[in-house]
């Protein structure tokens, strides 16, 4: 019996662990021969495809060469390529780059920026505004920054006070506007944290660039910094390189994950204005930015993240999601019998049953007849989505919604 303890895995129900031996464009192979469809990205993260061979390449080619280096003080080539094409293709306000290994610790970097500034301003905002039903990861910041429930109810003692603002739910946007407004007005928030057009694990839930674009409006009016965790919606996931693009946005503050390396390996980015860094900028070492890991900017990572940005600039990236997107729009409106069926970019999402927590029973039934017919699906709760690597075959997408149509009849029904 393994003794590994799994994520977000109740070992006490005693599901089956497949092993995966091989992964190879939207594919993975088993231990024990099956072909399993990827349909959520392995956790959101696969966009040009499992085992991407200019992104293999670069790695091989860059373990042979320099496979770590401290990164306070030191640099090194692959992080130079990745800051320089970040540069080239994120907002051009975002001039700062610097590297962590997750989207919880891109989070933990932006809060810790964010506060950073403000100390270093002399003013004492340290509060941070979040949305309802955001997710930003596991660690004890980005909890609290998260939406409080089952998942980080035994740490609450742990997680600092935030002031959340409601969803803006269809119909009640100026709910969220005001609640904005007030809480900027009063003058001690910090930031405002937001996943921009889509919360994920909050259960793929999507609001309007127009309310993206006017929620960042309220905080630049009271000069409250505004950080898009862009973690999940980055890379083309929403249909263009960025969610915050199609509000016109740019943020202060820019958390970038997932695909930054393709989903290859570990990597993050937290980008920063100058007026952020300068905060920092001091002959004064206690006024230095006091946040690292030992892996800051690993080469091997690095390496990944600059054959990914080549992809992008290379490559007809931008085509092969316009073209999920087309396939994704056709098979959720030919679904029957799903509530509020809804599609981003590459993200296809809708809800069945009668509407239960993360935690209905529903969940782990479906998960069980997808695994059994060789498609990785994970409901939240009772949400399913839909958010494979673009490079996903069609046949493929057609099976899962095969999957998806086997669920609603033999599960959900
Ligand atoms: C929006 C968002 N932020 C942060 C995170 C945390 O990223 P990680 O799991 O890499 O720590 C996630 C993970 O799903 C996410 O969706």
């Not at 039903?133 to 596991?138: E, L, N, R, S």
């Not at 239960?356 to 479906?366: C, F, I, K, Q, T």
């Amino acid at each position: 019996m393994s003794s590994i303890w799994h994520p977000f895995t109740q070992h006490g129900l005693g599901e089956p662990i497949p092993c995966v031996v091989r992964g190879e464009g939207a594919v993975l192979h088993t231990a024990d021969g099956r072909r399993v469809i990827d349909a959520i990205s392995s956790w959101w993260v696969t966009t040009h495809g499992h085992a991407q061979p200019r992104i293999a390449a670069a790695i091989r080619a860059q373990a042979e060469r320099l496979d770590q280096i401290i990164f306070a003080g030191w640099t090194h080539e692959p992080a130079e390529e990745v800051a320089a094409g970040l540069r080239g293709i994120m907002p051009k306000s975002l001039t700062r780059v610097f590297f962590s290994d997750s989207g919880s610790t891109s989070v933990e970097v932006a809060l810790k920026m964010a506060l950073g500034y403000w100390l270093a301003r002399g003013e004492a905002r340290h509060r941070i505004l979040v949305l309802e039903h955001g997710y930003h990861g596991d660690t004890i910041g980005a909890m609290s920054v998260g939406q409080r429930g089952v998942f980080n109810r035994a740490y609450a003692p742990l997680l600092f006070d935030v002031e959340t603002v409601p969803f803006p739910q269809l119909g009640a946007e100026q709910a969220t506007l005001d609640a904005l407004e007030r809480a900027c007005a009063r003058g001690d928030a910090a930031a405002f944290i937001v996943e921009p057009l889509v919360l994920g694990a909050g259960g793929m839930l999507f609001y309007s660039p127009d309310i993206l674009a006017q929620m960042h409006a309220i905080c630049a009016r009271h000069g409250v910094l505004f950080i898009a965790d862009e973690v999940m919606t980055a890379w083309g996931r929403t249909g263009t390189l960025l969610a915050c693009e199609q509000a016109g946005v740019v943020p202060d503050i820019l958390c970038l994950s997932k695909g930054l390396t393709g989903g290859a390996v570990p990597l993050a980015v937290t980008m920063a204005s100058e007026a952020i860094f300068a905060a920092h900028w001091s002959d004064d070492r206690a006024r230095m930015f006091f946040h690292s890991s030992s892996y800051t900017a690993n080469p091997l990572a690095c390496a990944a993240a600059a054959a990914n940005l080549a992809i992008w600039r290379e490559e007809p990236v931008v085509e092969r999601i316009q073209r999920l997107g087309t396939w994704q729009q056709h098979h959720v409106a030919a679904l029957t019998g799903v509530r509020n069926p809804r599609v981003l970019g590459t993200i296809a999402a809708f809800e069945v049953g009668a509407g239960e927590s993360y935690l209905s029973d529903m969940a782990p039934r479906m998960m069980a007849f997808f695994r059994e017919n060789d498609v990785l699906l994970r409901p939240l709760g009772d949400t399913i989505y839909v958010m494979p690597p673009y490079c996903i075959e069609k046949t493929d997408l057609e099976r899962v919604y095969r999957a998806i149509a086997g669920v609603l009849e033999h599960v959900v029904a």
